[in-house]
């Protein structure tokens, strides 16, 4: 089972979005994929139009004898499930810290699902945090989408620093890629074209901004559900998952 | 799990119709009405389906699955596969099925054409919390030429988290059409053909019945074994597993046992004429039947080399491939050709032929008859065997063994006769001699062949030393076994000649009174 979690300390950057739409192109590859709504807003629950709820709330999910199989929904979709947000999930620092190790309850989760799933994304809240050391810890690769502007590349630079820090096996692999790119933004055009990150392995293709992307909010339903096939942010989809995927079948974390 | 559940509807029933009838729970139209073909496939002699097993290939887009009997898939591949032997399938598939496949390959078995639409039920969120699938359905088995309508069907498909609905979609369509039916969809496609869905066994199971006479339940049992033969044949002459020559096989020679043990129940002029029928076609079949076991038995000699000597075994396959190719081209033409078509009308039409043909105890009760064919045929066997010494001649236990042989199988016809329990004790008892007398022969005969391989590879310019070297660690390797098994006959012998098998011998075929 592979686990990547959708990340940026910055909000607003297209994290659930890319979430939801690459476990639905995993899906459609025949990968038995779960995506796990870690953040308290529960957008990628409202997009899957699963209730933002857990039975006993962050307490019995983490706790002891903390079980995720039985929160787990299955979406619109075949293959593909949601393990719902939970309004809780703001106090999972709280309980992380009282932990041994942080990543150890998340861990424990993770490890019960191994035999269920293939694939297992993890939608992440903008936050550096207990929770998102958990999931640095927990995940083979962190999927960074990336706005194309000054501040939000010192935010990546600042993210893959902090990453240095960590022990080397607790270290996710880091794929940054282009996300909400507007062409028609000088900055976004210089940027893209002059990016020089030589440590991070960044992703080819990046996500145009796109309304029918916006549309994700009205539709509630992943892109590829409801958008023409000749659509450029669904096309851009497909060949960043093909990017993800080749990744992960040659281990090239 | 998940698993689905399944209704077969009255003839008129639609998508539509279902809608509109079921009132108490609000269905939608999920998807658009889509063709799905669906092959199963199994082995010749239903293998999986007998291991609690399905197997299909559905589409399009085509995917494999394998499932339980019920559908409720337990791996699933869309990969390119084209089922055959064990390593045609991925691992998740074959780490499963390897001890049920083992050498036979998968055919396909039958042909569901469908057409499929779903319907959902919507929560207040339009998010589907559960769905059902209606199902138009035509079938038949492989190599027919025309489908068979089959009862649509619908199925229940809960969706995970959501089984309070499910329970209430299930409650309504129970309401209306009752519970699930207890037979599969694949159960109901089975039926309607005339393939079983346990395949087509070649296990011997006797049904002669002790009102019979001696001529009527020889011919019965020659009937069963003639259908073995003319069910394999075809898989035989399309070379698709090495089973089928086997199966094919071991029907010829339970054939030409009977006809040497059951001789007094048949007339005498048919008996000569078709017992020199079916030794030539035992012949015809040997050496294809060796160079499989050759074959099959391959990594087994690769693994009893060093890594080193293994790598020059190849030209040895190579050579074996290349027999196998020609021995069953020569074997398929004497297959196809008139004596044996001859052969099996005219067996065909004397086992059809109701009528008594005299014979010199034709018209004796089966049972009497029986008993005294078996107590003659063990005291044949305790005598020979206990004149083996340890330096008797191998030809002498390969003597006993075939004789050993014949009565087994004279003792399986005539089971239904005798109390089941007590036969089963008996055969059980003649397993472990006849295994051992069995390897005996078996590594013998591999000495020989190797070393007639080994020449022969030679003669057809085979220019590397280090194969006939390798093949002659096997030869020795070989040797050692014939003599370790050669040491264990005695002890089993003396196990079979224990007072407790005699007299259950005894026991069981003491003289009966004529009925």
């Known amino acids: 089972m592979n686990v990547l979690g959708v990340y940026n300390i910055k909000g607003g950057v297209g994290k659930t979005a890319s979430a939801v739409n690459l476990a639905y192109l995993a899906s459609l590859e025949g990968l038995r994929t779960l995506v796990w709504d870690l953040d308290a807003q529960g957008a990628s629950s409202y997009y899957f139009r699963i209730k933002a709820k857990v039975k006993g709330g962050e307490q019995q999910l983490i706790g002891k004898k903390g079980d995720a199989a039985p929160h787990i929904k299955g979406t619109d979709y075949e293959g593909l499930d949601l393990l719902p947000a939970d309004f809780s999930y703001r106090h999972l620092d709280l309980h992380l810290s009282e932990a041994s190790r942080p990543a150890k309850p998340l861990k424990k989760l993770l490890n019960g699902l191994e035999d269920e799933y293939d694939l297992v994304i993890l939608d992440c809240p903008p936050s550096l945090s207990l929770l998102s050391e958990a999931v640095f810890e927990c995940v083979d690769a962190l999927l960074i989408p990336t706005i194309p502007t000054t501040l939000s590349l010192r935010t990546l630079a600042q993210l893959v620093s902090f990453t240095r820090e960590l022990p080397r096996k607790n270290r996710p692999g880091l794929w940054p890629f282009f996300s909400m790119v507007d062409v028609r933004k000088s900055l976004h055009r210089k940027v893209i074209a002059s990016h020089k990150q030589k440590k991070t392995r960044l992703l080819g293709p990046y996500i145009p901004y796109a309304s029918d992307v916006e549309q994700m909010g009205i539709q509630r339903a992943p892109l590829g559900a409801y958008a023409h096939k000749r659509s450029r942010a669904g096309q851009a989809y497909r060949e960043l998952w093909q990017e993800v995927q080749a990744r992960l079948r040659e281990g090239n974390i | ?515």
């Open chain 2, 1 to 515: 799990m998940i698993v689905p559940q399944e209704w077969f509807l009255a003839a008129g029933i639609t998508p539509d119709t279902l809608m509109e009838q079921l009132t108490n729970v609000h269905l939608t139209p999920d998807s658009l009405r889509t063709p799905r073909n669906l092959t199963y496939y199994d082995s010749f002699d239903g293998r999986l389906f007998r291991a609690g097993y399905l197997l299909f290939q559905e589409g399009p887009p085509v995917r494999t699955v394998l499932s339980d009997l019920h559908g409720a898939p337990l791996a699933e591949s869309s990969q390119e596969i084209h089922p055959g032997f064990l390593d045609s399938l991925p691992e998740e598939f074959s780490f499963r099925l390897a001890g049920i496949l083992q050498m036979r390959t998968l055919l396909p078995a039958y042909h569901l054409t469908a057409h499929r639409q779903k319907l959902a039920l919507l929560n207040n969120d339009d998010k589907t919390v559960c769905r059902v699938v209606f199902q138009v359905n035509k079938g038949r088995s492989d190599g027919s030429t025309a489908d068979t309508e089959l009862p649509s069907s619908l199925t229940l498909h809960p969706v995970r988290g959501y089984e309070k609905q499910a329970a209430r979609l299930r409650k309504a369509l129970v309401q209306f059409f009752g519970e699930p039916n207890a037979l599969t969809l694949f159960e109901m496609l089975a039926d309607a053909t005339d393939r079983p869905a346990g395949g087509r066994s070649s296990y011997f199971k006797s049904d002669i019945s002790e009102e019979m006479n001696a001529q009527e339940a020889s011919k019965r049992l020659f009937g069963q074994m003639l259908q073995v033969i003319i069910q394999n044949e075809e898989g035989l002459l399309r070379n698709l597993d090495s089973e089928f020559l086997h199966d094919f096989r071991v029907a010829v020679r339970r054939t030409r046992a009977g006809l040497g043990k059951l001789r007094s129940a048949l007339p005498q002029a048919l008996w000569a004429h078709f017992r020199t029928e079916f030794s030539w076609l035992g012949g015809q079949t040997s050496l294809l039947r060796d160079l499989d076991v050759y074959l099959l038995h391959y990594p087994v000699y690769r693994s009893r080399l060093s890594e080193e000597t293994r790598t020059h075994l190849a030209p040895f396959h190579d050579y074996l491939q290349r027999a196998h190719i020609k021995e069953h081209r020569r074997l398929k033409r004497q297959l196809k050709g008139a004596r044996f078509r001859r052969l099996k009308q005219q067996w065909q039409e004397f086992l059809n032929d109701p009528g008594y043909l005299e014979a010199p105890e034709g018209q004796e009760p089966v049972v009497p008859w029986s008993c005294r064919l078996l107590r003659n045929g063990f005291q044949k066997i305790y005598k020979s065997g206990s004149r083996i010494e340890e330096t008797s001649p191998p030809e002498a236990l390969h003597e006993l063994r075939i004789n050993f042989k014949k009565l087994r199988y004279l003792v399986e016809f005539f089971s239904p006769l005798f109390p089941p329990k007590q036969m089963k004790k008996l055969i059980q008892a003649m397993k472990q001699l006849q295994d051992t007398l069995g390897s005996y022969q078996d590594y013998c005969v591999q000495v020989d062949s190797l070393t007639e391989f080994g020449h022969q590879m030679v003669q057809e310019g085979m220019k590397t030393p280090e194969t006939l070297m390798a093949m002659g660690v096997l030869v020795e390797d070989l040797k050692q076994r014939q003599v370790e098994t050669r040491r264990e006959f005695q002890a089993r012998f003396d196990q079979f000649s224990a007072r407790e098998t005699k007299d259950l011998i005894a026991d069981l075929f003491s003289v009966k009174d004529s009925h």
